[in-house]
């Protein structure tokens, strides 16, 4: 175990965690909401340092990162533990089960394996990645050391100056906007809208960034909620690719699986304000395809495939319209 940063000691049983929005009040012996930091005789820890549930390397796409070297592939790894309590969590099995089965990897040996499989570099995703601060500023500082890639793909909630610290070595990242209303952050996820829309307009300013919102019937896919979040967003920069993706029932939380017609709906709102719109978890590939925002020219289609890739450098082909694009050298 590995001391942990950002905490204070406020007398001899008590610590308060300081990475978060939630400031655990953490005594001896404890741990804080996300179960991955904990009081050690005064001393606040991170248990899962270095303790990976999941590795594998996967297609950028899949993060989802469609913006980012569209068609490469990155090492991707995540951890056990979670600080929010979402009802219909997709990866419930590693987010809130302590016991799940992890493998010892110090961050050298993540260096070794995203050279070993030709990566552009390391995705720190499945969990939430932020309570494990400690080993992914380990880690990120060595891949970056590399020239190598740094992905967060996030909920985004945690303070602001743990973020600033954490940015300098991150690349891209897919941020997780559960919703645009606090109701909903605290009922069905138990956390705080607005720390997640700082996160979003921090990491803006340093790294690529694209936006992913499950929408759930009857819960966050009004047509006034999609109008405010588009707005928000675009007010930061419409240029931020924004996913919208099916909801299946699965975990505490059984609605039912999200319409198409929904989804069309919500994709033909966001697309009045912002200039990239796709959807996921539909069986049609043309909605996960990127068409210039002037004038309507396929730039990539994408498929179960190798992407198809009809762009150079970051310009449209067609009327030469800037495109808010990484591309492989």
């Not at 009040?25 to 009081?39: D, F, K, P, S, V």
């Not at 979003?200 to 896919?221: C, F, K, S």
């Not at 590939?285 to 020219?297: D, I, L």
């Amino acid at each position: 175990m590995k001391e942990a940063r950002w905490y204070e000691r406020l007398d001899e049983e008590e610590i308060r965690c300081n990475l978060c929005p939630h400031s655990c009040l953490i005594t001896a012996g404890q741990t804080g909401i996300c179960q991955a930091r904990e009081n050690q005789e005064g001393r606040l820890v991170s248990k899962t340092y270095g303790q990976v549930s999941a590795v594998a390397v996967d297609p950028i796409e899949k993060k989802p990162l469609f913006h980012f070297y569209p068609g490469s592939e990155i090492l991707s790894l995540g951890t056990v533990g979670c600080n929010l309590r979402c009802q219909f969590c997709q990866n419930y099995h590693i987010a809130h089960n302590q016991e799940a089965e992890t493998r010892r990897l110090e961050p050298e040996e993540i260096v070794t394996l995203v050279k070993k499989h030709n990566s552009i570099g390391a995705a720190y995703t499945y969990s939430e990645p932020l309570i494990w601060y400690e080993y992914i500023l380990d880690t990120a500082q060595l891949i970056h050391q590399t020239g190598l890639k740094n992905v967060l793909v996030t909920n985004g909630l945690i303070n602001p100056e743990p973020l600033a610290g954490l940015l300098s070595y991150i690349d891209g990242l897919n941020i997780d906007l559960k919703a645009f209303s606090e109701e909903f952050y605290r009922d069905i996820c138990q956390g705080y809208l607005e720390p997640v829309k700082e996160s979003i307009r921090l990491a803006n300013q340093e790294a690529l960034v694209e936006v992913t919102t499950l929408l759930i019937p009857g819960l966050n896919d009004s047509r006034e909620e999609i109008e405010e979040l588009t707005a928000w967003l675009a007010d930061i920069n419409p240029d931020i690719p924004l996913h919208f993706t099916r909801y299946f029932p699965k975990y505490k939380l059984q609605a039912e699986q999200t319409s198409m017609e929904t989804l069309l709906q919500a994709k033909e709102i966001a697309e009045e304000k912002l200039n990239f719109v796709y959807l996921g978890n539909v069986r049609e590939p043309e909605y996960s395809n990127t068409y210039c925002y002037e004038c309507g020219q396929l730039l990539i289609k994408r498929s179960w495939s190798q992407p198809e890739i009809y762009l150079q450098d970051d310009i449209c082909p067609e009327c030469g319209a800037e495109i808010n694009i990484l591309l492989a050298d």
